[in-house]
């Protein structure tokens, strides 16, 4: 697991744009693993712009969502969908909806419809790149602390930390769903290679006992430790606190 200090959000997300840019480069079929949430709005306001600027055809261009909310179909303003098209996928002509796959919220059998996506994921094969941010309390994707390293997509309860942190985008905290649909944690150890980013106060607490190092279903994170591949990209103000208290 490489460690990188990118000093900020900016040079953080520019960093991976332009990882993902090479990576659509070279091969026009990549498979990408994305997420949502509050640290990728800026890897993907930079991503869309560098992939208009160069005049890169994504018609290929295969990706897969780590998550989406239970109960809300695509069209909700919260949706994962909703926000992929607002952040990434209206702003080029060329994604193929045909190639972009997030899991079906209000799917009529939630079971049925984790299920059918694992197997999806099976059948597009692994991820070139996966893309990941954490959440205070070490989830990886809705991965919540305690989830089986062997885990695969299914129905995941939230933890009231992440329904708490994700309350800022709903109303009332009511409005916030209770469960997901997220791919499991084996399913995301089967990228080639992984990018996780943590910038903010907020983030320090779950990156210094990542990078502690204890491999512990506690810490559903820690899995990645297990992975040959796995950028850790951070900014200074953790990287600050991570070398005060002697984790770095
Ligand atoms: C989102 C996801 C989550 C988020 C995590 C951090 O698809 O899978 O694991 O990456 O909750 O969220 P933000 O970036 O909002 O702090």
């Not at 972009?100 to 419809?113: S, T």
């Not at 430790?225 to 953790?238: C, G, Q, R």
């Amino acid at each position: 697991m490489n460690v990188i200090n990118l000093k900020n959000r900016t040079v953080g997300s520019q960093y991976v744009a332009t990882e993902i840019l090479k990576q659509v480069i070279s091969k026009p079929n990549a498979v990408l693993g994305l997420a949502t949430g509050n640290t990728m709005i800026e890897v993907y306001k930079t991503l869309a712009a560098l992939l208009n600027v160069n005049q890169i055809d994504l018609s290929n261009v295969v990706t897969f969502n780590l998550d989406e909310y239970v109960g809300l179909s695509a069209e909700h303003n919260q949706s994962y969908r909703v926000y992929m098209n607002a952040h990434l996928f209206n702003h080029n002509q060329t994604w193929n909806n045909k190639n972009i796959y997030l899991p079906v919220g209000d799917a009529p059998n939630i079971e049925l419809e984790s299920e059918l996506y694992e197997q999806r994921l099976g059948e597009i094969g692994s991820a070139d790149i996966q893309i990941l941010g954490i959440g205070e309390n070490g989830h990886i994707g809705f991965n919540e602390p305690y989830s089986s390293f062997e885990s695969v997509t299914r129905v995941v309860d939230l933890t009231p930390s992440t329904i708490n942190a994700n309350s800022q985008h709903f109303e009332n905290i009511e409005d916030v769903p209770k469960q997901a649909i997220s791919m499991g944690l084996s399913s995301i150890m089967k990228a080639k290679r992984i990018i996780l980013l943590a910038f903010g106060k907020n983030k320090q607490q779950a990156i210094k006992a990542l990078l502690e190092g204890e491999v512990s279903e506690a810490l559903p994170a820690s899995i990645l430790h297990k992975h040959p591949n796995v950028e850790v990209i951070i900014d200074d103000e953790i990287f600050t606190s991570l070398i005060e208290d002697g984790t770095l």
